[in-house]
């Protein structure tokens, strides 16, 4: 928002320093995040009148003029011919310094000297062209510095606004605040508007079709006016707070915008079919030529403003074509109304059509405010473009929006703030902000709210406002007084960070990718058409295609990471992540969020150097950093099985992790279409786990026993099977085989190639045998030895080598 000094002390009396201001403002909430002083260093600049106008000697296209700046005559070339001997114009003496940092300095111009320079006023900077020097007007005083002559001398405050400030965005808004600081009133405008006797209810009509998105509509009728520029001051005015001269009752409408912060529109009321306005939804896939030039696609959730027949505006945003003010435009409908602030924000962010009516309607106006900037504006345009005033206000307003009424509490506000103001001093501060205090009981205070302060809803943020006007440089600082107490960590956090720990002591890297991405991930990561993972949460409002959806797994956000790693030339890559994810239930439930378990690993098993081996990552690095967190957490009874692989991974190159009968994870090999979806080189090796289900696993009972104290026993067994039997089948069938002796049983061999049969391979496992009584012999092992090798033959046909 942008506040000019001298606008602003029209409404309320501050004389403070532009420094002090500054910091007033910054203290109550509004920050102010330049200022820049229009005019400044530009007093060399002054008013003066040329006394003789004569040609060039050595020039044709140049003048030779006697110039009176009020305490000396001058001589200056000027190449400009808009003026004449008479005229008073603006004066760059020597020494000025001109916007651009353009030193005026004694010159010889063709052989004349040339003491000062004639100005235009783009040479000011008060224009963006211009075709000849300034002509001022001539009762301004000579020698009188010409910014301050023409009262354009001010001070510019641009202020940072919070969301919710909705009320400041005007200049009244921000006098308010002062004027309450100050413990000032404010000044408002007169609305004294001249009516005629024709009553504008036999003019025009207004009619809500959609009271919830527009609960009230006003509007005025102004015949016979005269379009055209509009006066100086409020060109001046406009330009100061950022707003182009259209013309004077367009000017009017933005000059009202920002001075009470409330949008209007006017209306050619030559182009209203039927002379009345209708406000009404859209209908799907209406097309809709706005001012800016550009053809709308409207939905049937935008709110129109509609004549007899067809839209004429975009409610809250920008009108149409078909209904702008023109050179020839007579007779001219005011409107003045309250939209609704999400309907408003939908439909401009859905256009991409931001505006200085949507900006304010998107944050909420004073639904109150709305006859009031209608008469002020009505009231000036009368004044500034001529014409009648029809008799009356077109208000449709068929729910009153009641007074809001918050609740206080003095011992609150004392507490929360660490102070001890009375009840009459808030009392006092909340008048100074123009609320009302109804009643005050027992330390409770009824406070109503005005309608223009629509972010006041709770006790808290009255609070707030009386922080804020008492000034927070005189709330004491004091230490907060805290207890502090220690909680015990729960099996999932404490989980959750060991496994974070032991992955990065693996040479992993953590990763948080958002939480969103594009549909077509699925595509990349070959997800069939029915797969649950496609079913997923839409965002009702994406910042972009590409994160539009709630991620049902964590492959894509890691791939995304690894892909844009390998942009940058890192090859070797060893990544994990571990968040939720979110799967949809019914329409009218919140989505289940398990936890998961990701990583991804590429590229060589180590770095390089000169005594390494260049080997790349496999299956069983992942399958190792698998067994290492099942191991860290205390986790038993799981396995890895062969099933039909999830499509992402490489056939024949994956497994599914099992545990209490019940998967948990998976782990393998990228498919390589994936990889190439991608555009990464190397193969990719994933695992994931659900997080939650993981630690639902690991075992409650962590009794230990002592190692036995006798020599152990072992065994082996080479087998012959057949190519499809897993080496866990091997294991697990062993294991069949119930006897105290057996200690452990495991793999140390596999085998494939010369003497092997074709369809087989050999697997020779190693049998521990142990007792903690005694040194088991020979003839205690044999037959138990004998069992497993029997229990291998019969349920696997294994042959022994």
Request: net charge negative.
């Amino acid at each position: 928002m942008i506040v000019t000094y001298n606008w602003l002390r029209e409404f309320v009396d501050c004389d403070l320093p532009v420094a002090e201001l500054s910091d007033l403002l910054t203290m109550l909430g509004l920050e102010v995040e330049r200022v820049e002083t229009v005019g400044a260093g530009m007093d060399d600049v002054v008013v003066a009148q040329v006394l003789e106008k004569n040609q060039h000697p050595n020039a044709d296209k140049l003048s030779l003029c006697k110039v009176n700046n009020g305490a000396e005559i001058l001589t200056i070339v000027c190449g400009a011919q808009n003026f004449k001997a008479g005229d008073k114009v603006a004066l760059a003496q020597i020494g000025a310094v001109l916007p651009g940092e353009f030193k005026i300095k004694r010159s010889k111009i063709r052989g004349e000297e040339s003491c000062g320079m004639l100005c235009s006023e783009k040479e000011l900077g008060l224009a963006e062209e211009s075709a000849g020097i300034m002509i001022l007007s001539a009762d301004l005083q000579l020698g009188m510095p010409v910014f301050s002559a023409l009262g354009l001398k001010d001070t510019i405050f641009e202020i940072g606004l919070t969301p919710n400030r909705a009320d400041c965005l005007s200049i009244i808004g921000i006098a308010r605040e002062v004027a309450a600081k100050l413990g000032k009133k404010v000044k408002y405008p007169e609305l004294r508007p001249v009516e005629g006797a024709t009553a504008v209810t036999d003019i025009t009509s207004v009619t809500i079709e959609a009271p919830e998105l527009c609960p009230r509509y006003t509007a005025r009728y102004v015949s016979g006016s005269k379009i055209g520029p509009s006066p100086q001051w409020m060109v001046n005015r406009l330009k100061a707070v950022g707003q182009r001269s259209i013309n004077n009752v367009v000017d009017i409408t933005n000059y009202v915008l920002m001075e009470y912060g409330h949008p209007l529109h006017a209306f050619d009321f030559k182009f209203l079919s039927k002379g009345k306005i209708v406000v009404r939804q859209a209908a799907e896939g209406e097309k809709f030529d706005t001012l800016d030039g550009q053809v709308r696609t409207l939905q049937s959730s935008d709110l129109t403003i509609c004549d007899g027949d067809r839209a004429v505006a975009l409610a809250g945003i920008m009108g149409g074509k078909n209904s702008e003010i023109a050179d020839d435009t007579t007779d001219i409908l005011i409107e003045s109304a309250y939209f609704n602030p999400s309907a408003i924000r939908r439909t401009s962010k859905r256009l991409g059509l931001h505006t200085e009516s949507s900006h304010r309607f998107e944050r909420g106006t004073d639904v109150n405010i709305l006859p009031i900037a209608l008469d002020r504006a009505a009231s000036l345009i009368v004044e500034l473009a001529g014409g009648t005033l029809a008799k009356g206000v077109v208000d449709a307003y068929p729910q009153p929006v009641p007074e809001r009424q918050v609740p206080v509490r003095v011992d609150r506000v004392n507490q929360v703030l660490g102070i001890k103001l009375s009840a009459a001093d808030i009392k006092e501060l909340f008048e100074r902000l123009e609320f009302t205090v109804t009643k005050c009981d027992q330390g409770i205070m009824e406070v109503t709210v005005p309608s223009y302060r629509v972010d006041i809803e709770r006790e808290i943020d009255l609070v707030e406002e009386v922080a804020r006007l008492h000034g927070f440089e005189n709330i004491p600082v004091t230490m907060p007084q805290a207890r502090i107490f220690s909680e015990t960590k729960s099996s999932y956090l404490t989980s959750a960070k060991t496994v974070k720990d032991l992955l990065v002591c693996q040479g992993l890297s953590e990763v948080i990718n958002y939480s969103f991405f594009a549909p077509d991930a699925y595509d990349k990561i070959l997800l069939a058409g029915d797969d649950y993972r496609r079913n997923t949460i839409q965002l009702l409002n994406p910042l972009s295609d590409e994160q539009s959806i709630m991620r049902t797994t964590l492959l894509p956000g890691l791939l995304e990471t690894a892909a844009r790693n390998a942009s940058f030339r890192i090859l070797n890559q060893r990544i994990f992540e571990m968040r939720r994810i979110y799967l949809p239930r019914h329409a009218d439930e919140m989505p289940e969020e398990p936890p998961f378990v990701a990583g991804l690993l590429t590229g060589l098993r180590s770095a390089e150097g000169w005594n390494q081996a260049k080997t790349e990552v496999d299956f069983y690095d992942v399958k190792g950093i698998l067994e290492n967190i099942f191991a860290a957490l205390d986790v038993s009874g799981y396995s890895f099985e062969v099933r039909e692989p999830e499509p992402f991974y490489h056939p024949g190159k994956s497994a599914f992790i099992i545990c209490n009968g019940d998967v948990i994870g998976s782990l393998g090999e990228l498919h390589p279409t994936v990889q190439e979806a991608y555009g990464l080189e190397k193969p990719l090796f994933y695992f994931e786990l659900n997080f939650e289900k993981l630690v639902e696993c690991r075992r409650e009972d962590h009794s230990v026993s002592a190692p036995s104290r006798f020599p152990d026993t072992y065994r082996d067994i080479a087998l012959l099977v057949d190519d499809d039997v897993s080496a866990e089948a091997v294991v697990n069938c062993a294991r069949k085989v119930k006897a105290a002796e057996i200690a452990q049983i495991e793999i140390f061999d596999l085998y494939k190639g010369s003497n092997i049969p074709a369809g087989q391979k050999s697997i020779a496992i190693r049998v521990r045998y142990s007792s903690k009584e005694k040194t088991l012999t020979d003839e205690e092992v044999n037959p138990v030895h004998q069992q497993v090798i029997q229990m291998l033959q019969q349920k696997l046909n294994a042959s022994i080598r």
